[in-house]
């Protein structure tokens, strides 16, 4: 039964990759086998033209035109399997970037699976309440700083008009302590306390003799 049937392949199968690489491996013997042919069609052609009218002319003309019947023939086989190939190639082609756009959707698949996952445990009204007391935060420290860089101005209770009665008092007593000389002999070293002990009294008119002072100690 195998002699008649075959026995069954139980070899690969054939990918179209390489039944590309086949047919393009066919398709350069054949162009080996047009190139033969084109040179011995050149070689009847020198000889005939060397040749006057005759039967060895005509001998020679019989198997040029035999020649250039293979050579349509073959450029008939070479032509199909060239179309076959590029045939293929764009099977090929088309095949690559179907898989790669099956690759792609099954990449969108589990990546729209994993956000789904992670977003699901994202709570936006946990977020929205953080942001609101981030905010509130943030105006209380506008607040502290704004409070902290205040100046202190003068009590609007106080009375400009006494303030001014004051600072003149204080004048009018500077100018009477350096009247005095006070201010002078703080400037000198004495100290202000002994101002008045130093000073020699209003009342005495001129200084006592040296000789009235020996009788009374005498």
Request: net charge negative; proline share 4%.
């Amino acid at each position: 039964m195998n002699r008649l049937f075959g026995a069954k392949n139980t070899g690969p199968k054939p990918t179209l990759h390489s039944a590309i690489s086949n047919t393009d491996t066919h398709v350069e013997s054949l162009d080996v086998k047009h190139a033969k042919l084109t040179a011995e069609l050149t070689t009847y052609q020198q000889r005939m033209s060397k040749l006057r009218d005759g039967p060895g002319k005509t001998a020679l003309k019989q198997k040029a035109l035999k020649i250039l019947q293979r050579r349509k023939m073959i450029e008939s086989q070479r032509d199909q399997l060239q179309q076959q190939s590029w045939n293929m190639e764009q099977a090929s082609m088309m095949t690559d970037n179907l898989k790669n756009v099956m690759t792609t959707v099954d990449v969108m698949k589990d990546t729209n699976k994993s956000l789904k996952k992670q977003y699901g445990k994202i709570d936006i009204d946990k977020i929205e309440r953080m942001q609101d007391e981030m905010q509130d935060l943030m105006e209380m420290g506008n607040d502290i700083q704004e409070s902290m860089s205040r100046s202190y101005d003068v009590p609007e209770d106080v009375d400009e008009a006494e303030l001014d009665a004051e600072l003149e008092a204080l004048g009018e007593e500077a100018d009477y302590e350096s009247s005095l000389g006070i201010g002078s002999r703080e400037a000198d070293g004495t100290p202000g306390f002994m101002v008045d002990e130093v000073a020699v009294p209003k009342f005495v008119d001129e200084p006592p003799e040296q000789g009235k002072v020996k009788e009374v100690a005498g």
